[in-house]
């Protein structure tokens, strides 16, 4: 980041102390998200936090949402550079208020559709879920199996399943 935006958004909000994060280039995010949770863990109430671009320290908008949240909780200003989010001044933070308000409405709208949708499936008869690895008749053979002398691996690697997977099955009586 630019030290001399970071002056800038220093000297008009006000603050005298700001965290910022250093952007990884590349797809190494652990590297980037390992800088944003060292500068976060400086941060004190009534410092700012800065960012160049969203999309650099946050890995989606739910994880930006939640790090917003939390530095509301420690009254730790945001603002990010490039796109002009700025919750120093009280338009900001009113702002900044009304997106969360639509991003929480876009959540439930996506969920109210999703439930809507699966019930909408079940009435046509859609099976909904992960399709059964053992079928009834694999699940009973397995029990005739197991009573002779086969073992669970054995039979896992037969029925291709995890020794797990079938061993559940068979305390269940499905899968």
């Not at 029925?159 to 899968?175: E, F, M």
């Amino acid at each position: 980041i630019p030290k001399q935006r970071i002056q800038l958004v220093m000297r008009r909000s006000g603050h005298r102390h700001a965290a910022t994060v250093s952007a990884v280039q590349g797809s190494m995010f652990s590297q980037q998200y390992n800088s944003l949770t060292k500068a976060l863990a400086v941060l004190r109430p009534g410092d700012v936090f800065v960012i160049w671009k969203m999309d650099r320290a946050f890995r989606s908008l739910r994880h930006a949402l939640d790090v917003l949240e939390q530095l509301e909780k420690m009254n730790v200003d945001f603002v990010e550079l490039t796109e002009g989010i700025d919750t120093t001044p009280p338009m900001g933070k009113c702002m900044y208020q009304v997106r969360g308000a639509f991003a929480e409405l876009e959540r439930n709208l996506i969920s109210e559709r999703t439930a809507a949708s699966m019930a909408a499936a079940g009435r046509r008869g859609k099976k909904l879920g992960r399709p059964k690895a053992l079928n009834a008749e694999q699940i009973d053979d397995a029990r005739k199996k197991l009573k002779c002398s086969a073992t669970l691996a054995s039979l896992a690697r037969l029925y291709q399943v995890n020794p797990r997977t079938l061993s559940r099955a068979l305390q269940a009586g499905h899968i």
